[in-house]
């Protein structure tokens, strides 16, 4: 499994350099149309072809996974910080506090978590600048996404705040404020570092899923729920194979992300 | 077992009343509410438009409009959807037949496939057969849930297959964990020892042993197979709840997006309650 993980790490740090040189890599930007060459097939100058709209499939997908990529960890660091200070609140104060943080929960998890998403997507502005389609997608994943880690950060601060080193230091008069600090957020350290890998994926799935409905990214910039939206108008697996590029990437990504993850978790 | 009833049921209520308050104040809160694309049309003279207006002012104030609401829904009336201009419990009755169905058949295939890969690799205890299993439920996690909906139908595939293949790799995770930690429990270890048969032990020792989290578990994957309704039936063109659900909320429609919230919330806290009930009047041990 050591191998696994080892060749997980490779291939998200490859993905990761490999997106961040889209401008080097690829002929054309994102956006620029061959009206030409329109839904054409892999060439030597396009080497996953071209869209419906003439635009190079390969600088698309190097850009998407730039986006995709880049800012499903910012919208897991948004959450895994929400949970810590919500979750890590309510279970350092304790009693009602925490009972009314655990009704909240529930209500958050009762409902599926795509279907929460789509709600709350749809209620946001969907006739934006590509530029704010990005922020409100990744930043509602980011805020939605707290609920669960919060139920564990909870639990674990409420187990530190009975603990003997909190007792004692609040027996030598230190101050709450350092107490939560210096003591116990350290020791929650690799509960939200596995928190925040837990997320990670799950948001780029989410992003994926939110794409393909047509609440994701909008047009012309690319993400991989974009660049999955063209699957709709294959007609059979063979027709145009090339077309499942993206789905691939994303799988190998994802795979690679849940090995890592495992790691983590192991270590947490 | 009175507690746990009178507890579910209060936790039941309170989730639904405040599960249905919160989808009608993201609805109202939502830029936009206020306009209504028909009070553009050309062809509406000024006292149709005005109309039109003081049917959205109606749900402005978000308290009045849910307090109202609740008073229509225990006589039945749950409103009418501003999209279709049909009420919203003929719309529902319409699709949940549909859903029901998918999600029925795409469960009930889910189980039946990760419960038994999982008994099959811990009464095997073969260590490829476990890593190919782990590896393709990996790989099935790894694909959108809305990916494999459109990939099922470009094979031509049903939708409950479709739910099936969303589903069934995270049941099979949980099983096949839960049924390695009651394969390693002291009893059925000895009860291995003293030579009793594979399927007596699996049947009487590791099923009741993990029978609580196997119960919790089946009431969240409920949960888990309305989720994954929604982008199956909104990419297959299905007319169903989830399909309904997308609708509403692309276009607003505060009545029928807060009936089919306090639906959608309704099935899946009644799974989590039944599973929970279930438990305790089988006296299951804790996991």
Redesign the interface.
């Known amino acids: 499994m050591k191998l696994l993980r080892k060749l997980a790490w490779i291939i998200l740090l490859t993905v990761a350099a490999l997106s961040a040189m889209a401008s080097v890599l690829s002929t054309s930007g994102y956006a620029t149309q061959f009206r030409e060459e329109t839904s054409a097939a892999p060439s030597r100058q396009h080497w996953l072809g071209t869209d419906e709209l003439g635009r190079d499939r390969f600088a698309r997908l190097l850009y998407g996974t730039r986006i995709s990529l880049g800012l499903a960890p910012v919208a897991a660091l948004l959450a895994t910080a929400l949970a810590a200070a919500i979750g890590g609140g309510a279970g350092y104060l304790g009693g009602r506090w925490q009972r009314g943080m655990t ?1 909240m929960i ?2 958050f998890l ?6 929460l998403l ?9 006739n934006v600048s590509p530029m704010v389609s990005v922020l409100v997608t990744f930043g509602l994943l980011g805020a939605l996404g707290w609920a669960g880690p919060a139920r564990v950060v909870a639990a674990s601060v409420a187990a530190l705040r009975d603990s003997e080193c909190v007792l004692q230091a609040r027996a030598v008069g230190t101050t709450e404020w350092r107490i939560l600090l210096r003591h116990i957020f350290p020791r929650l350290l690799p509960i939200l570092s596995a928190q925040f890998l837990i997320l990670v ?1 799950v948001f780029v ?1 989410s992003e ?2 939110l794409g ?4 994701g990214v909008a047009e012309p910039l690319p993400s991989w ?1 974009s660049l ?1 939206r063209e ?2 108008s ?4 063979t027709s145009a194979p090339w077309r499942l590029v993206p ?1 691939g990437l ?6 690679s992300l ?1 090995l890592v993850m495992g790691d983590e978790e192991t270590s947490a | 077992m009175r507690t746990i009833l009178l507890r579910n049921a209060m ?1 039941f209520l ?2 639904v009343l ?2 249905g308050f ?2 009608a104040t ?2 109202r ?4 509410f206020d306009v209504d694309e028909s009070q553009l049309d050309p062809r509406l003279g000024v006292s149709s438009v005005e109309y039109l207006r003081q049917g959205r002012q109606a749900h402005r104030n978000i308290v009045a409009f849910y307090m109202r609401y609740w008073r229509k829904a225990l006589h039945g009336d749950l409103g009418e959807s501003q999209m279709y201009s049909r009420p919203v419990s003929e719309l529902i009755r319409e699709r949940a037949w549909t859903t029901v169905r998918i999600a029925g058949m795409g469960l009930a295939a889910a189980w039946v496939i990760s419960l038994g890969l999982a008994i099959v690799v811990c009464k095997s205890r073969k260590r490829t057969v476990d890593v190919g299993t782990m590896f393709t439920a ?2 099935l ?7 494999i909906g ?2 099922t139908v ?2 031509e595939g049903s939708a409950a297959i479709a739910i099936a293949l969303i589903v069934s790799p995270r049941l099979y995770r949980y099983c096949r964990n839960l049924l390695a930690c009651a394969y390693e429990l002291p009893h059925i270890l000895a009860a291995r020892a003293r030579g009793i048969s594979e399927t007596r032990i699996l049947l009487f020792h590791a099923l009741p042993s993990c029978g609580r989290s196997l119960l919790a578990l089946g009431g969240v994957s409920v ?2 197979a ?3 309704a ?2 199956v039936e ?2 297959c063109n299905l007319s169903g709840i989830g399909q309904l ?2 609708q509403s ?2 276009a ?1 429609d505060l009545p029928l ?1 807060v009936t089919i ?1 306090i639906l ?2 309704v099935t ?2 009644a799974a ?1 309650s039944c599973a929970e009930i279930v438990s305790e009047a089988l006296h299951l041990p804790q996991s």
């Not at chain 1, 009762?110 to 279907?115: A, G, N, R, S, V």
């Open positions: 009704v529930d209500l009762c409902l599926p978590w795509l279907f789509v709600i709350a997507r749809a209620m946001l502005p969907l994926p799935l994926a899923n393909m409905l047509g609440l729920g999955l699957m709709e294959l007609y059979g697996l789905l994303l799988m190998l990504v994802v795979n849940q | 936790g309170t989730t405040l599960g919160l989808a993201l609805v809160l939502a830029p936009g990996g790989t996690l790894s694909v959108p849930a809305a990916a459109l990939l470009m094979v949960s888990i309305i989720g994954a929604i982008p909104a990419l659900a997308w909320a692309l607003r997006l919230t959608v919330t899946t806290l989590n």
